[in-house]
């Protein structure tokens, strides 16, 4: 479905899909602004044009969420800016598409003077999100009621509701690993989040343990999957085999771990599969479906 | 970056650590069982990493931080914490994420280039079939007909569409 054109159902720069339910495909094509649907047996429904214009050095699509919703997410690239824990790095401005109405909102309005807490614009259609410490790392994603958001000055993540009130923050701890005889040693610090002291304590540690240039984003890519779940990949390093997916459940806990090879980039995961796109030497691209099953440990072995 | 201080999981005596030594098989880039560093919890000395005396309260904080952290928990659960109103912390360390089932790749089917992957920026399942969006050429691909047959290859390949939209 599909074809390179201005009409209807065509694409200049198509960027995006997601589905919603099981028989409707949404695209977003950055080249026309435009969002389309499709049904699964490939008839082209309906479009819209979103209006983003040139704005933000990165954007991210997520959804749909309820109803059909859009989210965009417009920011900083990741690693443009100063990275330091405990300074903010840059902020993300999430525009909410309302597939019913087409409105979006575009109206810039002022981030919240509070430093300490994410303070968002009361228009319900356009969320700021600019706390001090908060660091996007570019990773989105939105669920059917949740936003997602990667931190790499944390790290974590943050969660919030889909007006984009802040609910919840997972971390898993500062993590830096390091070359040593035996191989890659990780090394782990817990840290607080309680406020300006719980800042303040955490960026102290933070540098007495480790360089800031051995510290490395620990999250990224944080796709939700249809049962509500956030899928979070941990950082890994080039000469890691797999690399590691941790479910969180609605209340942060991790209720999971997958293992996949670092071989493939991950486009769609569920309970028991995964989506994939694995490039070969050559640059020859493939989408590769994986079968999850549960195991004692060991890495995940593709077979074919 | 080791300490002599002791390790805050020593802070909980010797029950705590043997109920907090968790066997580290299958994991592929964490250290043997034991092997952790210890972790330096607060600046030597009173000070702070980089020189600065800390604030009132921060050793306290540091050492009740260490006790809640490294807690002896069911591995299975985070600790929920609320930092301000409205918002919860989840904590998950590493060690309880190690405890987690682990899930592999039990198999895979590769969907193959048929004539025209090139530029894949997504996919997506949609019950037993597959879209593909597929930006070099403009299009998307639907793969249907479940996982792979008994050849390894994607069942659904000669069902791949890409037909005009309009």
Redesign the interface.
Known sequence: MGRKGDGPGEFRHLTWIGAIGGDSIFTYDSGHDRVSVFSADGRYLASWRVGLGLVGLWRRVAGPARGGDLYFALGPAPGFGPVSPGRGCGSIRVLRFNRATGDLDTMRTDPGQDAHSFVLSERPHEIWIQPVPFCPDGSFAAGPDRLAFGDAAYPGTLITDEAGRPELEIHLGLAARRPTRRGSERMIEHIRATGPEGFQERRDRFTGLVAPRDTLPFFSGLPFDRSGLLWVRLYSFPWEETTTLVAFDREGRAIRTVRLPTDVELLDIGSDHALALRRDSLGVESVVLMRLAGRKGGPGVATR | ?RSSRPSPRDAHGPKARETCHRSR???????AAG???P?????PEGR???G?L??P??AL??TV??LV??GCTDP???Q??R??P?????????E??DA??????????????PER???????????D???????G????L??GGG?ANCS?R?AGKATA??????
Not at chain 2, 86 to 94: C, E, K, P
Not at chain 2, 129 to 135: T, Y
Not at chain 2, 137 to 140: G, I
């Open positions: 970056m098989q299958g994991t592929t880039s964490s250290p092997a952790y560093p972790v330096r919890l607060t600046p702070a990493a980089n600065a800390p604030r309260g921060l904080s540091a931080a260490a952290l490294w299975s659960q985070s929920l914490h930092s301000e409205g918002v919860a912390i989840a904590r998950n360390d590493l309880r994420l987690l089932p682990v899930y592999g790749v039990e198999t895979s089917v590769d969907l193959g280039n992957l090139y530029g894949v920026v997504g996919a997506v399942m949609l019950g079939e597959i879209a593909v969006a597929n930006a050429n403009h299009e998307v639907t793969f996982m390894g994607w569409r890409a037909s005009s939209a309009t």
